[in-house]
């Protein structure tokens, strides 16, 4: 591009500004200058019910065995309800200094940033890039595990259902690592329409297979024994393993019901009338009310299936054999969905390297191979899903939105209004290291049996 002096420069200025006047007159444009955003209560709706809606229902079941009918389905429904508020705090800093009238911030990260300053941004782009890493790492772990239970399936069709079935999840991990190499280096290959749309389909797919394979076994009465208090002291666990269960449980339902980090970008697809906030507050309740539907018949489910001896995850744990076919092409869809949702959560980390130094292909092939690499230190589904939970769930989903809310809304300290945010502040704190504990301790004690890297399924 030439000059600023340059007349042919000049009038490629004077048509792009005559453009952007003419399409600003017939209302092509929003108040940002971007083209006109579309979007609806219901798109929008749709976006958190397929943001939510992933691999992490499928440990919904376990969950409510180790809290019982009581405790698993009021533990759903708080997590539910805290979601749904804080969610609603956040819809209001999508806009700032005013709700309905201020700058549009673009991102969550924009929002920490033009409401609660740089300090707070450094402090939240810490702990999103050590929750997206942990993500990939999560998501590594789970497809390698659907593609060895892919394999045990099948073997235990031909071999029958007592047969010696066990499998290395480090080929696959190996596998997908390399896969995951060449995904990265294609330019803009997380931005493809299609990924959104497939993820949609193959997480609504694996968790209906799984719904319905519980339904099958339990109208056959092939149930499991249940409990109003879940696994029973004395008979599965000890009190302190089931201490620990419940907090690796409450980790497991906390990342299932989170999706604050991308409520900004949905909330930046919405038309500007009526006001973005009170439509994103709208379709905050038909997504969470259609999650917690959803995530109940999961748990519920699941467990009435299986009962205390539920496994970790349903499609995974073989508490199914049959029609193993259905089971292959659940676990299929769970691979499917996987592989693009790593390229997408990956994107953030990618970039705070590549911001300061232009070396994308070492950059991203040593990221996935240090994930590959840990992955395979640590394959334990129930146990990683809890520690993902118990990171994100208390800084992204509750903390930052409740302060840059007191700091948008001026809300005085030492107020009522300001200790009920505070004392929903600490209490989510402590839900998330009571899960981070139960996690770790998780994790520890399958390392004590399972030497790293020899792991098998």
Request: net charge positive; with cysteine; aromatic share 12%.
């Amino acid at each position: 591009m030439g000059s600023f002096n340059d007349p042919e420069f000049q009038h490629e200025i004077s048509q792009t500004g005559f453009e952007f006047g003419r399409q600003a007159a017939i209302g092509e444009v929003d108040d940002d200058g971007k083209p006109k955003r579309t979007g609806t209560v219901w798109t929008a709706g749709a976006h958190i019910i397929t943001a939510v809606v992933g691999a992490g229902v499928l440990s919904l079941a376990w969950s409510v065995a180790q809290l019982g009918w009581i405790f698993g389905i009021s533990i759903v429904l708080i997590f539910a309800a805290i979601t749904l508020y804080t969610a609603n705090l956040l819809a209001d800093c999508y806009r700032s200094p005013d709700p309905v009238t201020g700058k549009r911030n673009y991102t969550y990260m924009e929002a920490v940033q033009n409401i609660l300053g740089g300090g707070m941004y450094v402090a939240c782009g810490w702990v999103q890039n050590i929750s997206l890493t942990g993500f990939v790492i999560g998501y590594t772990v789970t497809t390698s595990t659907s593609m060895v239970a892919i394999r045990k399936s099948n073997c235990f069709h031909k071999r029958g259902h007592e047969a010696g079935c066990k499998f290395s999840n480090n080929p696959y991990m190996i596998a997908l690592g390399i896969l995951e190499i060449f995904l990265s280096q294609i330019p803009n290959f997380h931005e493809l329409s299609w990924l959104s749309i497939l993820a949609a389909v193959m997480s609504f797919g694996y968790a209906g297979i799984g719904i319905g394979l519980s339904i099958t076994r339990i109208i056959s009465g092939q149930g499991g024994r249940t409990s109003i208090t879940g696994v029973e002291v004395g008979v599965a666990v000890s009190q302190a393993e089931k201490i620990w269960r419940v907090c690796t449980a409450l980790g497991n339902i906390a990342l299932a019901c989170s999706y604050a980090q991308i409520s900004i970008d949905i909330q930046d697809t919405l038309k500007s009338s009526p006001p973005e906030n009170k439509v994103m507050k709208k379709a905050n309740m038909i997504g969470i009310s259609t999650m917690t539907i959803f995530f109940l018949m999961c748990g519920c489910l699941g467990y009435a299936a299986f009962g205390n001896d539920t496994r970790g995850n349903m499609l995974t744990g073989f508490g199914f054999y049959e029609p193993f076919w259905l089971v292959d092409l659940g676990n299929v869809m769970i691979v499917v969905h996987l592989v693009g949702a790593y390229q997408v959560l990956a994107q953030p980390v990618f970039r705070v390297v590549e911001l300061w130094a232009s070396m994308r292909l070492i950059w991203r092939t040593i990221f996935v191979v240090m994930v590959t690499v840990l992955a395979m230190a640590m394959p334990f589904f129930n146990e990683m899903l809890a520690l993902l939970g118990a990171i994100g769930f208390w800084p992204l989903g509750v903390y930052f939105p409740v302060e840059m809310y007191i700091a948008q809304k001026k809300i005085g300290k030492r107020t009522i209004r300001w200790f009920g945010l505070q004392i929903l502040n600490f209490v989510c704190l402590i839900v998330s290291l009571a899960a981070g504990c139960g996690a770790i301790q998780g994790m520890n004690k399958a390392l004590h049996t399972t030497k790293p890297f020899q792991f098998k399924e």
